[in-house]
């Protein structure tokens, strides 16, 4: 006879997985175990332990990231699953430790960086058949905290869980965040670096990535002269990440450098297409230093990041680089080429001939420029490139955004309703939304737009593709909702009042950005004017 369950009885919570690390069992570790700040040579990673905190609270979980994990909704709003996140706990075979890393850090080489805050828990298997790595973010110091606290604040880790989430629903390859935990603890913080310091509440943002390996990685055994430990890094890539090419510790000179260069020419498409993510969708990283790009090409390490209102190809969010712009958007695919060239320079250590290195590097400049203009034209809904007219138009259109404050989600959002074939169509009229001082607009530029559009509804008409085709298409990749800066910073404003709702219903819209959602109506809305200059909204610095 069939028995019902008794639901009475609380279900038991299941227990936490066991997690391994195939970086720690592969490349050499420190020697070390004590935790005070060191440079460490001829190891790739420290084992330490979090730090515990006093009071860890989840506050947010991503489902979907639980999905990848097997992790059930009864365990994610466990005590345990708080005390693992936050470090209190271990998982079941886990040794945490923390990456040597270095890198260049606006355009100078720093030396030994690495994870000063940043503790691995080690990987699991997903759904998917990939290997994902678990990593804290503020769990307390390491041997790379360079004298830092190795702690978070809550501001920006709403920041970096939020970001990741939406960049991943957007599209765009990024490392995810399964979770963001209140620690319970205080966290002094010099916000504006003014000696005004301040309390602020403290946060760990757990990270999910198949790699966190970063440019930097490779960068510091070169400059240290660790080519053994180089080729061996190169070698665990590979195989780890990159699993789809041979095996280069099967196979030695030659054969072996040509794998290293297939590899190489895979991390460039993948840095590129990241970059052409960023561009479509208007996102600003901020601090592109090598230490922050990662070997999948995913964006990782969310800072004073910034997303554009108006299309400015200036604006950069970060203070910090604000005399010399170096991380402004329009200067992402230039910064991305130079980091690649940092990592060649790296990996010249045991490629020996320069040559073919340059020459993918070459063809990775001009691959991006044609991948670029694609992406724009699809933008526009145009769906192949014709030649020296499209190019006009895109520069053009640019030049036309550029001129006068448009906000850049709302215009491209609008012009999918542009449709040539009305006989009023009217495409100012269409996206006049998008305008910050529609009654500033001079006669001129207004002129420049009307000449555009019959540009544009010429170049639509010849392409004999169905309007609401078009639209549809358009609306895919042009985003409805896009994590503006004001919106992050109104949510953390009253997540420090205790309020999360804002949180949580950001938390909700980001997962169908190209949806438009009746719901979230108010966040469909151009930048408002307090937001023009108010810290965390308009300017961010690396203080976090
Ligand atoms: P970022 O600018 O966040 O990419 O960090 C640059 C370097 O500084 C990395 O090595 C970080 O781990 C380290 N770092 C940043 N903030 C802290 C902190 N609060 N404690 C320890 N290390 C930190
Ligand atoms: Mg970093």
């Known amino acids: 006879m069939a028995t019902t369950a008794d639901t009475s009885r609380p279900s038991k919570i299941p227990d936490a997985p066991t997690v391994s690390s195939r970086y720690m069992d592969?490349?050499?570790?420190?020697?070390?175990?004590?935790?005070?700040?060191?440079?460490?040579?001829?190891?790739?990673?420290?084992?330490?332990?979090?730090?515990?905190?006093?009071?860890p609270t989840t506050l947010l979980c991503s489902k979907s990231v639980c999905a990848d994990l097997g992790f059930d909704r009864q365990f994610c709003a466990s005590e345990e699953f708080a005390a693992l996140m936050s470090g209190n706990k271990t998982f079941p075979g886990s040794a945490p430790f923390a990456m040597r890393y270095g890198g260049h850090q606006f355009g100078q080489w720093a030396g030994q960086l690495g994870d000063g805050r940043a503790i691995n828990l080690g990987e699991l298997p997903a759904s998917d058949g990939r290997v994902l790595n678990l990593q804290l973010k503020g769990a307390g110091p390491t041997p790379y905290s360079r004298g830092a606290d190795g702690r978070a604040v809550l501001r920006s880790s709403v920041r970096e869980y939020l970001c990741s989430e939406a960049m991943f629903h957007l599209g765009v390859p990024t490392t995810r965040a399964l979770s963001l935990v209140l620690t319970g603890d205080e966290v002094l913080r010099d916000m504006f670096y003014d000696g005004n310091a301040a309390d602020e509440p403290g946060a760990i943002v757990c990270r999910?990535?198949?790699?966190?390996?970063?440019?930097?990685?490779?960068?510091?055994?070169?400059?240290?002269?660790?080519?053994?430990?180089?080729?061996?890094l190169i070698e665990h890539t590979i195989v780890a990440d990159y699993p789809h090419l041979p095996n280069p510790g099967l196979c030695a000179g030659a054969e072996k450098r040509q794998i290293y260069l297939r590899w190489f020419e895979q991390v460039c498409k993948r840095t590129g297409d990241m970059v052409?993510?960023?561009?479509?969708?208007?996102?600003?990283?901020?601090?592109?230093?090598?230490?922050?790009?990662?070997?999948?090409?995913?964006?990782?390490?969310?800072?004073?990041?910034?997303?554009?209102?108006?299309?400015?190809?200036?604006?950069?969010?970060?203070?910090?680089?604000?005399?010399?712009?170096?991380?402004r958007f329009g200067q992402q695919a230039d910064i991305a080429l130079w980091n690649l060239y940092q990592l060649a320079n790296a990996l010249l250590v045991v490629l020996e001939?320069?040559?073919?290195?340059?020459?993918?590097l070459q063809d990775y400049q001009r691959d991006y420029d044609s991948a670029w203009t694609q992406m724009m034209l699809s933008k526009l809904g145009l769906v192949s490139y014709q030649g020296e007219?499209?190019?006009?138009?895109?520069?053009?259109?640019?030049?036309?955004?550029?001129?006068?404050?448009?906000?850049?989600?709302?215009?491209?959002?609008?012009?999918?309703?542009?449709?040539?074939?009305?006989?009023?169509?009217?495409?100012?009229?269409?996206?006049?939304?998008?305008?910050?001082?529609?009654?500033?607009?001079?006669?001129?530029?207004?002129?420049?737009?009307?000449?555009?559009?019959?540009?544009?509804?010429?170049?639509?008409?010849?392409?004999?593709?169905?309007?609401?085709?078009?639209?549809?298409?358009?609306?895919?990749?042009?985003?409805?909702?896009?994590?503006?800066?004001?919106?992050?910073?109104?949510?953390?404003?009253?997540?420090?009042?205790?309020d999360y709702a804002m949180l949580h219903a950001l938390d909700e819209v980001l997962l169908n950005p190209y949806v438009e959602q009746e719901r979230f109506a108010q966040f469909f809305a151009k930048r408002?004017?307090?937001?023009?200059?108010r810290a965390g909204a308009s300017m961010l610095s690396c203080s976090s």
């Open 389 to 498: 007219g499209d190019d006009a138009l895109l520069t053009e259109l640019l030049a036309l955004l550029a001129e006068q404050e448009t906000d850049m989600t709302i215009f491209y959002r609008r012009l999918a309703d542009f449709n040539p074939d009305l006989p009023a169509a009217d495409l100012l009229g269409l996206v006049g939304e998008a305008f910050y001082a529609p009654e500033a607009m001079s006669q001129e530029l207004r002129e420049r737009y009307r000449a555009w559009a019959q540009s544009y509804a010429i170049r639509i008409r010849g392409q004999a593709l169905e309007h609401e085709t078009r639209k549809a298409a358009m609306n895919a990749v042009n985003p409805w909702f896009v994590l503006r800066n004001y919106l992050a910073q109104e949510a953390i404003e009253h997540a420090h009042e205790g």
């Open 276 to 327: 052409l993510g960023w561009m479509r969708v208007g996102f600003v990283h901020g601090v592109m230093n090598t230490d922050n790009m990662s070997i999948l090409g995913l964006t990782i390490d969310y800072g004073p990041y910034g997303w554009i209102d108006d299309y400015n190809p200036e604006w950069t969010p970060n203070t910090t680089d604000a005399q010399g712009r170096r991380y």
């Open 26 to 55: 592969v490349l050499p570790g420190d020697e070390q175990r004590d935790n005070y700040a060191r440079q460490v040579n001829s190891a790739l990673f420290s084992i330490v332990a979090p730090t515990p905190v006093s009071s």
């Open 208 to 232: 999910v990535a198949p790699s966190f390996i970063r440019f930097g990685h490779f960068q510091l055994c070169a400059y240290r002269g660790e080519t053994q430990l180089l080729e061996r």
């Open 528 to 533: 408002p004017e307090w937001a023009r200059h």
């Open 353 to 360: 001939d320069p040559e073919p290195v340059q020459q993918i």
